[in-house]
């Protein structure tokens, strides 16, 4: 029994494949967003990749980028087939192309399925990356006069003017590394000295953060230096003082930025997937349909379209056997491959004399 049978009259099949010539070619903007979705979220990364650790998160731009491309291929090929099946004569030479190619569309579309919820599932490693890099810049904060660093403190203090942020996690994150130079202390002081004496690594830490964590929106001056010391500044307590600085982490803050981004992405992407999968439909309806009046012999006859000509079950059934019994000529082929004779003919009855040598023909016998 066919899955879902539609009747079509030779008008509907008409405006069936006029209908899908022009929703093919507006899939090829579909694919061209695609197109464009997935490099904007590969700048996206790229802009702030010095702020995240060397892991593979450009797999999901790169797939969109590649899928976009084939959907535009795929469907101007598609509006070409529906143009051509307006006339039931031209149809023939596309008639063993329609099957492959709906076959091949659709397991195109569930790639763009799969680069929608890939989307979604980038969170994690996503979070992972910015954790680790946003640590190894700050890390590297002082560092502006080393090659291959000396751009990290301008990216850093950019980063937290421009998402409200400070540190990777917060802004105590800044009195655990040393993010002033050695150049800038001064070693005459010996509060200085004293201070890179008591750290065992010998590194200057201080409960202070650099200008770009100051909250703009304060009322007071920021407080940068001696921030956990509320003796150190008039009417001043670093527990409800909290305006003076940006309270959230950069980590927190980029997080939200890319997870907004490719959760807008993902939704786009399904959407358009729903939409491919439809055309993908009147397409397979357009093709059974045009198959049927071929087989009527009636290009003016009504026909019956479907997805499936049998239940899912026996469609299951029918190709799990279709692909075992190649699996079985493969195993004959490998193994007749080994006799060197299989494939001689020879004849057991005939017999030429003792050397089995056939005899000359002799001239004027027949």
Known sequence: MAVLPVKFTKTKRDKLAQVLWILNWISVITGAILFSLGLFLKVEINK??????????QYVPNMLIAVGLIACAINFLGGKICYDCVDTTKFLRWKLIMLPYIV???????????????????????????DIGLAEALKFYKDTDTPGRCFLKTTVDMLQIEFHCCGNNGYKDWFQIQWISNRYLDMSRKEVV???????????????????????????????????????HYNYDHVTEQLNLWSRGCRQALLEHYTYIMQSIGLTVLVIWVFELSVLTGVRYLQTALENVLRQGD??????????????????????????????????????NGDPNINVPCSSKATYGPD???????????
Request: include cysteine.
């Open 194 to 232: 004293d201070r890179l004496r008591s750290n065992v690594e010998g590194k200057y830490l201080q409960d202070g953060v650099p200008f770009s964590c100051c909250n703009v929106n304060s009322p007071r001056p920021c407080i940068q230096s001696q921030i956990s010391n509320n003796s150190a």
């Open 48 to 57: 702030r990749k010095e702020l995240m650790a060397e892991r593979d998160i």
């Open 299 to 336: 290009p003016d006859s009504e026909s019956d379209g479907w997805l499936l000509e049998n239940s899912f079950m026996e469609t299951a059934r029918t190709n799990l056997n279709i692909i075992k019994n190649l699996g079985k000529c493969n195993q004959v082929d490998m193994a007749n």
């Open 356 to 366: 089995n040598v056939p005899p000359q023909q002799q001239p004027g016998t027949s």
């Open 104 to 130: 091949c569309t659709f397991f195109f579309t569930f790639c763009i399925l799969v680069g929608a919820l890939m989307c979604y599932s980038m969170q994690g490693e996503m979070e992972e990356s910015l």
